[in-house]
């Protein structure tokens, strides 16, 4: 749920992190990318959320305008998502946040061939 004293803010950084600023919608953004995605898809995709967090996470996105709800008036009804400009002008932005961390992480990584899986991990996607 949107904080709306952080939105309302008469500060530039405050209102952008009442935007972005839960961990979901970061997640969400860097997992659709580029790509178009179907609800299931991206249910799939994200690690650890529930449906119910997810649709609410995907409409504060819309309402924000970080992402394109396509609807398909198809049987089945057929929903895409995509990001828009202004959450495509978002990646970049991520992609630093990313190269931040691995350069100040402490934790070790387990490296892949130390999972017990055959699939990739979906701790950091894409």
């Not at 952008?16 to 995605?37: D, E, F, Q």
């Not at 992609?95 to 070790?108: D, F, M, S, T």
Request: net charge positive.
């Amino acid at each position: 749920m949107k904080d709306d004293r952080f939105c309302n803010s008469n500060c530039p950084f405050t209102r952008a992190i009442g935007t972005i600023g839960n961990k979901w919608k970061p997640i969400i953004i860097n997992v659709l990318g580029t790509r178009t995605l179907r609800f299931g898809q991206l249910d799939a995709i994200v690690p650890h959320i529930s449906r119910k967090v997810l649709t609410e996470q995907l409409k504060e996105l819309e309402e924000d305008g970080l992402l394109e709800r396509l609807a398909f008036k198809e049987l089945p009804p057929r929903v895409d998502y995509k990001l828009s400009e202004k959450g495509l002008a978002f990646l970049p932005i991520l992609e630093n946040i990313k190269e931040w961390n691995l350069k100040y992480e402490v934790a070790l990584i387990p490296k892949e061939t130390d999972y017990k899986w055959s699939k990739r991990p979906t701790d950091c996607l894409p």
